[in-house]
């Protein structure tokens, strides 16, 4: 399968990055000043990229963050995650896969709010072309994780209080390569523009997806002449984007980098993209570049305003076994 080449694109963009540091972090589970809630104003936590697995103590590093959500200063109404909830579905056993949803079920029973799953493409069973996991078995592909969270499909749309959230499936399988590619199929093009439809366009809207619609980490971090790979963005996320743009689209959170971006184009349409850093770190192993262990919080008001601050839930990754 040919796929369409992003660096042209997305270097003619212009994207204007903020927030990438002291400002962006929230200062702390209970230092953090905040202003009342007023009216239909109300709170929720993002966690992505939370990678459970048995090794490097991420069973007690989940508890902790779970933890901290609990305890936090302020009223959290839900929760949202954004994929990568267990450490690598995509190649293993279907022995090790129980062994990593059992680390994360463990970890998120304890979570006192409602809490709504995005996948990612860790959560996949067997799409990979090292993979051995036979197609029927019941942990290949998504069905373990709709069938888990009780959903119609990998996709699902709720709202509250005013707001209405979009959790997208952003994992397509390419069957020539046997791997996965960040892509948002027509089956669930045709199921978005019906709820968005549904929904309006004066309600404000968030769209969750696990792999970004758009992300400068890369350039930044490598080389600004740095191109993506199918894996690293929805390959078809301006065709989305375009859908999108007809409705009252706020906000689309996503994960997959584990750092914490926001991209903002002040002239072009009202929709700011967050990528929420990484529950697990580095795969537990530590920060990336700089961006702790945290998740997410999003305060959304009725008119469509929003503020996300990233918090740090005070994991230090624990030394290899
Ligand atoms: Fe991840």
Redesign the pocket.
């Known amino acids: 399968m040919q796929l369409p080449h992003l660096l042209s694109r997305r270097s003619s963009l212009g994207t204007v990055a903020r927030g990438l540091g002291a400002a962006f972090l929230g200062s702390g589970l209970t230092a953090t000043a905040r202003s009342p809630l007023v009216a239909g104003t109300f709170r929720f936590a993002f966690l992505t990229?939370i990678?459970a697995q048995p090794e490097r103590e991420a069973g007690a590093g989940w508890k902790k963050c779970v933890d901290a959500v609990n305890r936090f200063p302020e009223r959290l109404d839900f929760a949202i995650t954004g994929?990568?909830l267990v450490m690598d579905s995509l190649v293993a056993t279907p022995e090790r896969i129980a062994k990593e949803w059992a680390v994360f079920d463990d970890g998120l029973k304890n979570l006192r709010i409602p809490c709504h799953h995005t996948i990612?493409n860790?959560d996949i069973g067997g799409w990979s072309k090292l993979s051995h996991l036979p197609k029927d078995a019941p942990e290949y592909g998504k069905s373990l994780f709709v069938k888990k969270f009780g959903y119609e499909d990998a996709y699902h749309s709720h709202s509250h209080l005013g707001w209405h959230f979009i959790h997208l499936d952003s994992v397509a399988l390419d069957p020539e390569s046997g791997d996965y590619f960040g892509w948002i199929d027509e089956a669930q093009e045709r199921w978005l523009r019906a709820d968005l439809e549904r929904v309006g366009k004066k309600i404000p809207i968030a769209v969750v997806t696990h792999i970004p619609f758009f992300s400068i980490w890369n350039q930044m971090h490598a080389d600004p002449r740095k191109g993506e790979n199918p894996k690293s963005l929805v390959n078809n996320a301006n065709q989305i984007r375009k859908l999108l743009n007809d409705y009252n689209v706020r906000l689309v959170l996503c994960?997959?980098g584990?750092v914490v971006e926001r991209i903002q184009l002040a002239h072009f349409n009202q929709t700011t993209f967050i990528q929420g850093g990484?529950v697990c770190g580095m795969w537990w192993k530590g920060r990336v570049a700089g961006n702790a262990e945290g998740f997410g919080v999003v305060t959304c008001h009725p008119d469509g305003r929003f503020e996300f601050e990233y918090h740090d839930y005070g994991w230090t990754a624990a030394k290899p076994a």
Do not use: I, K, L
């Open positions: 990229d990678h994929g990568d990612g860790h994960g997959h584990h990484a």
